[in-house]
């Protein structure tokens, strides 16, 4: 690094101090608020059962993202599940097409387009790239739009939801390993044309301790094989089920047998058993009456700041701090259910793990943010540094001004992307099992909650969703019932 810089370091350092506090302070809003912030109200009536009251908190909350295209996407994801909790179809409707509209756009693109963008938000953070949704936001989406389909008796809509959903998963397999490469690829590009390598900070001993405390639990979830979601393609499979056509019934059973292959052996038995009835009825059996039961609970991890103090490779500045995004898994959640039919009683199984799902996809994408958060914060860091070295030389006043500036500066955009979808559930549970004879059955939550009794569509099938953020708190529940088709 050399000793002295040229005035000229100074003046460009105050045009990038100005045109980036403007950018940040007109694309961020208040300084310091996360989507965690904002979403505080709303999350708390979510997971304390008033899905009403969450509804009508989020309400301006959202109108006031809509003004903007740069986070619009994820406020619509929430939007999509916290009204369909509220009993509030059409809203969760109208809000989940927006979001996948907006993602679908980007399905063709290639992964330098968004490449692009992204590295150019080094000199000043991530939260000012527009919100694209993950892999599994967009699966999800889709997946729930699906379910509010099916809510409507549209098999035909759900069918085309859940396709979407596939084309998602397909789309990540291609392109998001290259994606990820190019990215991290551009950001240690960008650090060297500062003089700063991203490498070496990586192996230093303190920066090495602290990445390895903030991310070891997460460096171990793979999620699962292909960016698949259970959850997604089990619907996909009830779905040609209930169309009662034997070629679909043939495709069922394929979809069914993918989920086999997806779960542990522990948690394979319903599908096993959904996998054999639908070869059965393609091949000319009788559908029996089924009921589904489809728990989603608890909650998504959210993402957290944390700082650490990474090496700048200067003498006189040995080190500055920086803001790393980490995921925060949350508790609380109830963790199984049992159906009370008639004489017979069913244990859930567990038919997803989101946790894993979104662990696994931040684990995916850790290497390239490490990499862009360390040349972020340097290259930024050794920008103030050079524009107070050259201020020093200039006048006691302009050093001041570059000092102010400087920390004015780095507050400004030394902090970490912390925007994730948060109304998501932390697993999925399922059971299911033949309609019982007196035409209803009751579901014992574990936590004190239960939900019934719940009549079953005689001669037909029976589907309850349960949206149960937080045990002890009373559910969200859909139930579909669907009659015998011919």
């Known amino acids: 690094m050399p000793a002295a810089a040229p005035n000229f370091v100074l003046a460009a350092f105050q045009r990038m101090l100005f045109a980036t506090l403007m950018a940040t302070l007109i694309t961020a ?63 969760s409707m109208g809000a989940l097409n927006y979001a996948d509209e907006e993602m679908w756009k980007y399905l063709d693109e290639a992964p330098d387009v968004r490449v692009t963008e992204q590295a150019a938000a080094i ?18 989406c889709s997946t729930y739009q699906a379910l509010n389909h099916l809510a409507r008796g549209n098999l035909e809509a759900a069918g085309v939801s859940l396709r979407r959903a596939y084309e998602w998963q397909r789309d990540a397999v291609e392109k998001n390993a290259k994606e990820i490469e190019a990215l991290e690829e551009k950001a240690n590009a960008a650090g060297a044309s500062k003089g700063y ?66 779960l542990p052996e522990a948690d394979r038995a319903y599908v096993e058993e959904d996998a054999k009835l639908a070869e059965a009825v393609s091949q000319g059996a009788p559908m029996p009456s089924m009921v589904y039961v489809l728990c989603e609970t608890g909650m998504a991890p959210e993402l957290v700041e944390f700082k650490i103090s990474i090496p700048l490779f200067i003498r006189q500045v040995p080190y500055v701090g920086a803001a790393f995004p980490v995921l925060k898994f949350q508790g609380g959640a109830a963790s199984s259910f049992i159906v009370r039919a008639g004489n017979a009683r069913y244990s859930s199984s567990t038919l997803t793990d989101m946790d894993s799902v979104i662990g696994g996809d931040f684990n995916r994408r850790l290497p390239a943010i490490i990499t862009m958060t360390l040349v972020s914060s340097a290259t930024k860091a050794i920008a103030t540094y050079l524009a107070e070295e050259a201020a020093n030389r200039s006048s006691k006043t302009a050093a001041w001004i570059a000092s102010i500036g400087g920390a004015i500066y780095q507050l400004a955009t030394n902090s970490a992307d912390l925007r994730t979808w948060l109304t998501l559930p932390k ?60």
Do not use: W
């Not at 299911?432 to 004190?448: C, I, T, Y």
């Open 29 to 91: 809003g208040a300084a310091g608020c996360s989507h965690l912030d904002r979403m505080k109200p709303t999350i708390q009536a979510f997971e304390s059962g008033s899905y009403a009251k969450a509804e009508s908190t989020y309400e301006s909350l959202l109108e006031g993202r809509r003004e903007s295209n740069k986070d619009r996407t994820l406020y619509e994801l929430e939007g999509g599940a916290i009204f369909a909790a509220a009993g509030d179809i059409e809203r």
């Open 123 to 140: 000199l000043t953070n991530q939260t000012i790239v527009t919100y694209r949704g993950t892999t599994y936001d967009r699966v999800m």
């Open 197 to 262: 390598d991203a490498k070496a900070a990586q192996k230093d001993p303190n920066t090495r301790a602290g990445l390895d405390s903030a991310y070891g639990e997460i460096r171990d979830m793979k999620g699962y094989a292909e960016f698949a979601v259970p959850y997604s393609t089990y619907l996909q499979a009830l779905r040609f089920q209930l169309t009662g056509r034997s070629d679909e019934m043939a495709q069922a059973t394929v979809a069914y047998r993918r989920v086999v292959g997806m």
């Open 427 to 486: 697993q999925v549970l399922y059971a299911r099992f033949p309609a019982p004879a007196d035409g209803s059955f009751e579901v014992d939550l574990g936590d004190g909650q239960k939900i019934g009794p719940i009549a079953v569509e005689s001669g037909g099938t029976t589907i309850v969703h349960v949206r149960a953020p937080r045990a002890g708190a009373p559910p969200a529940v859909r139930t579909m019932r669907f009659p015998q088709q011919r």
